[in-house]
């Protein structure tokens, strides 16, 4: 079975053309990276741009704890506005860093894996349009659009580069998730705005890519190569697809019927998977790739709560308040954690 999917794996990704792939894109960061000093801005991870998406996951789940649980409601709105505050001061960072080093951020957008962090931009747009939309309905339209057309963008981009320079497998993994199925996150917002058919549009984009995209990630994990070590943290992003999926399922269909209760039940099993490997995720070293829990926990808690809402027990309410504390605790942990390697200088290190 092993030799079989390799064999697959050697159709779809040809060594001559992982190799030219993997030379080229070393080439360009060795060049762009060259004139730049140890610590400096040219060294900025893009993946911080998952801060933002975490903090404001995060946000919303408190906002819709405030509803559910009968959580103080200033949690939500002050994480939701330090998300979009964060988002902002990254996004001014990565623009001085490419109006001075230009050849690193471009060696990032190349890069097989970095490059899935630039689906996180307009991901912490939809987040920030959904914390604008109870206080501002017209910017909360505005930024909205501005993201699905940035997503869409990023997601093009992305689906042509794979067709243009297949890749090696060992590149497979999950962030490439983020820009092709971010856009099921699209309709949480955009059916509170009313825009229904565009967002099923949107909500159907996101769960075939999920569909097609998945299962090579996964036949990657299972058959090797074996995940390199700073990136194991990122298979917590499988669980961000149902969480959003049964969120949004739940907002287009206006209840929690048979779709989101299906699309839940897998999310609930993926999560349950996620936490038996708790001691091995908590034995990596620090890396941006902690942040990749931060989100999808958020998810699954606004999905758990939900859930509640719909179906009422004492065992759904233990799980709301579970799975909010849980994520609560990860975003507090790996925030506090990015601090101090941010005040230290490290981010501003090359990366490894």
Avoid: C
Wanted: charge should be positive; proline fraction near 7%; avoid cysteine.
């Amino acid at each position: 079975a092993h030799s079989g999917v390799a064999g697959v794996f050697h159709i779809f990704f040809p060594s001559n053309i992982m190799h030219s792939t993997e030379a080229r894109v070393a080439q360009a960061q060795q060049a762009s990276l060259e004139s730049a000093p140890a610590k400096s801005l040219a060294h900025l991870p893009l993946p911080l741009f998952a801060a933002p998406m975490g903090l404001g996951g995060l946000g919303l789940a408190w906002r819709e704890a405030g509803h559910a649980l009968g959580a103080p409601v200033v949690f939500g709105e002050a994480l939701l506005l330090l998300t979009g505050l964060l988002w902002l001061l990254i996004v001014l960072l990565h623009v001085v860093r490419a109006a001075r080093h230009p050849g690193a951020l471009a060696g990032d957008l190349r890069h097989p894996i970095r490059s899935a962090f630039a689906g996180a931009v307009s991901i912490g747009m939809m987040i920030i349009a959904g914390g604008l939309l109870p206080y501002a309905w017209g910017a909360a339209l505005a930024v909205w659009l501005a993201a699905v057309v940035l997503h869409l963008g990023i997601a093009v981009w992305t689906v042509r580069g794979l067709m243009i320079a297949p890749r090696e497998a060992s590149t497979l993994a999950p962030p490439l998730l983020i820009p092709l199925v971010g856009n099921i996150l699209a309709p949480v917002v955009g059916a509170k705005l009313g825009l229904l058919p565009l967002s099923w549009m949107l909500f159907g984009l996101g769960a075939l890519l999920w569909a097609m995209i998945q299962p090579l990630i996964l036949a990657r994990i299972v058959t090797g190569p074996v995940l390199p070590e700073r990136l194991r943290p990122t298979l917590a992003i499988l669980l961000a697809p149902p969480a959003v999926g049964t969120v949004a399922l739940a907002h287009l269909t206006g209840g929690f019927g048979v779709g989101p209760l299906a699309v839940f039940g897998l999310a609930l099993f993926v999560a349950a998977v996620l936490l038996s490997l708790t001691g091995m995720f908590a034995r990596t070293p620090f890396a941006m790739s902690w942040w990749g829990w931060t989100f999808p926990s958020a998810a699954f808690a606004i999905a758990a709560m939900l859930f509640g809402q719909a179906w009422p027990s004492g065992l759904a309410v233990a799980l709301s308040w579970a799975a909010l504390l849980l994520s609560t605790a990860i975003v507090a942990v790996v925030s506090a954690v990015t601090l101090r390697a941010a005040l230290a200088g490290h981010l501003l290190l090359p990366e490894g």
